[in-house]
C-alpha cells in the first residue's frame, strides 16, 4: 500500500562542518528559545539555521527567518558544507537511549515515501494538527525545497523490528555516529544495494504507515506538492515533490518508546480557578499525595508509580498547581458517564483513550478551553514532568496535568477507525534527529 522509495540525501561533509554530533538538533517542535540558542553558539553550521531559525526585529516580507534558512542552505551546498549522494539509498538508524537500569534502542527507516491524500488509507494520520506550526513549516518547505528533519511513520509488524530486512548490515561499523544533549546516540547505515533496496520496497507495498510524529510537516507535504501539480510541476509522478522523507518504525519493535505529552493551562479567571476543585469533585475521586517539586525528585518518582498504577485500572490524570504543592490523582467516579459527555460519533476506541476524557471533560466542559483559539492561548504542551512543575511553581502557568502513555494498540485503533487524538497526545522518544540526512526537492 505505502509507496517507500530510497532517495539521494543531502548529508554534511564533517571534513568542513565538524563532528556531526556538534550539527544536529531535535526536530524543531521539541526545541525551547535556551536551547535554540546554544545551538545558534555550538557550531556555525548548526542545522537550527535551517531547522528553527530566531525571528528578528526587522523582518518582514522579504527578510525573515524563511529566507535566511534558504540563503543559507544555497550558501552551504555551494561551499560543500552539504553534499548529495550519488546514489539513492536508503537510511537504516538505530536510536539508542539511555535509561535508569541501562540502555534501550529502536530501529527506524529513512526513506522517501510517496505523498497520499489521507483519505486513501495507505497514509493514516493519529492527531489534530494546529494550524500555526503548520503555516510555519509550509513556509520553511516553500522556501528551502527540502525536507530538513524526517516525520516519523510506523507500520504494523507484530514482533520485530525495521533492521530484520537489513540481515546482512554490519553492527560494530555504522556509516555515521552523533550522539545529542541527552545521551541519544544515533547509529546510521546507508543501503543501497539493489536487492536490499527491491526487499523493502516489496515489504512496504503490502502495508499501511501510520503518522507516529510529524502531522504538521505531512500535511504542508501535501499542500506544497498539490501547489506544484496546480503549477504545472511535477511534471511525472516521480517527481521529488511527491515524497516526504519519513523515519519508518515497526510497530513490534521492543524499543519503542511512546511517552506522555502533559499539559500546562494558563490565563483561567479566578473565578472559574476558585470553584475547580469542587468541579472536579464531582465528576473525580482526588487523592492527594504527598508535596512535590520540580527539586525533589524522590517525590517525583513516588507520584508517577501512582499515577501509572491508578492507570492500570483505568483512566487517571495527575494534577499540580491546585493544593499548594501537593500532588493530586484524579480517577473517575464513574467512566461511563464520563464518557457518555464526550462528542457524539466518536468510536469506541477514540472514546477509550485517557487524552480524549482530558480534553472532553476537564478542558472543554469544566476549564472552558473549548475552541482551537482558547486552546492557543491557555495550553501548552510538554514531556517534560520537571518543566510542568517549573512553570507552575513560577508562575508561568496555573495548573499541570500529567498523563499516562497512550499505548500503541490504542493509536493504531484510533486511526484505523478514521478519526484522530487530540493534539500531542503521544510523544515518541526519541525522535530522530534534524541534521543526519536531508531530502532535497529539487
Known amino acids: ?25 531535535p526536530p524543531y517542535d521539541v526545541i525551547n528559545s535556551a536551547q535554540q540558542e546554544a545551538y545558534h553558539q555550538r557550531n556555525p553550521y548548526n542545522i537550527i539555521r535551517l531547522e528553527f531559525g530566531k525571528e528578528l526585529p526587522d523582518d518582514d516580507d522579504q527578510t525573515n527567518k524563511y529566507t535566511r534558512a534558504a540563503q543559507t542552505l544555497s550558501d552551504w ?42 483519505e486513501t488509507g495507505q497514509i493514516r494520520p493519529t492527531e489534530i494538527i494546529m494550524h500555526a506550526p503548520a503555516a510555519d513549516r509550509f513556509n520553511l518547505l516553500k522556501s528551502c525545497r527540502v525536507n530538513l528533519s524526517p516525520i516519523m511513520g510506523m507500520v504494523r509488524w507484530g514482533e520485530g523490528s525495521i533492521r530484520s530486512l537489513f540481515p546482512d548490515i554490519d553492527r560494530e561499523n555504522p556509516s555515521l555516529t552523533a550522539t545529542d544533549d541527552f545521551g541519544v546516540t544515533f547509529d546510521l547505515w546507508i543501503v543501497a544495494e539493489e536487492e536490499a533496496v527491491q526487499r523493502v520496497s516489496d515489504f512496504f507495498s503490502e502495508r499501511a504507515i501510520y503518522i507516529a510524529d510529524g502531522h504538521h510537516r505531512y500535511t504542508t507535504a501535501l499542500v506544497y506538492r498539490n501547489e506544484q501539480i496546480s503549477a504545472g510541476s511535477p511534471e511525472n509522478n516521480d517527481a521529488a515533490s511527491n515524497f516526504l522523507m519519513m523515519t519508518i518504525i515497526s510497530t513490534g519493535d521492543p524499543g ?23 468541579q472536579l469533585s464531582d465528576y473525580f475521586q482526588i487523592q492527594t499525595l ?14 508517577k508509580a501512582s499515577l501509572d498504577e491508578a492507570g492500570k485500572k483505568g483512566p487517571a490524570f495527575g494534577l499540580y498547581g491546585l493544593a499548594d504543592d501537593n500532588f493530586l490523582l484524579l480517577t473517575p467516579h464513574n467512566i461511563s458517564a464520563l464518557r457518555a459527555m464526550l462528542p457524539e460519533g466518536k ?17 472543554q466542559r469544566i476549564l472552558g478551553i473549548d475552541t482551537p483559539e482558547k486552546e492557543k492561548d ?20 496555573q495548573l499541570g496535568f500529567f498523563l499516562n502513555p497512550v499505548p500503541v494498540s490504542s493509536v493504531l485503533k484510533v486511526a484505523d477507525a478514521n478519526v484522530r487524538m487530540p493534539p500531542k497526545s503521544t510523544y515518541f522518544y526519541p525522535k530522530t534527529a534534524a541534521g543526519l540526512v536531508m531530502n532535497p526537492l529539487f
Open 347 to 363: 468510536p469506541k476506541a477514540w472514546r477509550d483513550i485517557d487524552v480524549s476524557l482530558l480534553h472532553g471533560v476537564i478542558m
Open 290 to 303: 504527598p508535596p512535590s517539586s520540580s527539586e525533589n525528585s524522590r517525590n517525583r518518582r513516588d507520584w
Open 1 to 25: 500500500m505505502a509507496d517507500v522509495r530510497p532517495f539521494r540525501g543531502l548529508r554534511y561533509n564533517l571534513d568542513k562542518a565538524g563532528d556531526l554530533s556538534s550539527v544536529i538538533t
Open 256 to 278: 519503542l518508546t511512546l511517552l506522555p505529552t502533559h499539559r500546562m493551562v494558563r490565563n483561567i479567571k479566578s473565578k472559574r480557578m476558585a470553584n475547580l476543585k469542587d
Open 378 to 397: 491557555r495550553l501548552e504542551y510538554t514531556p517534560d514532568e520537571a518543566e510542568v512543575l517549573r512553570k507552575v511553581e513560577s508562575g508561568a502557568a
Open 77 to 118: 551546498i555551494q561551499q560543500d558544507i552539504l553534499v548529495r549522494d550519488d546514489t539513492p539509498a536508503f537510511y537504516l538508524t538505530e536510536h539508542r537511549f539511555p535509561e535508569p537500569d541501562g540502555y534501550r534502542s529502536y530501529w527506524g527507516l529513512v526513506a522517501a515515501v510517496r505523498l497520499e491524500e489521507f
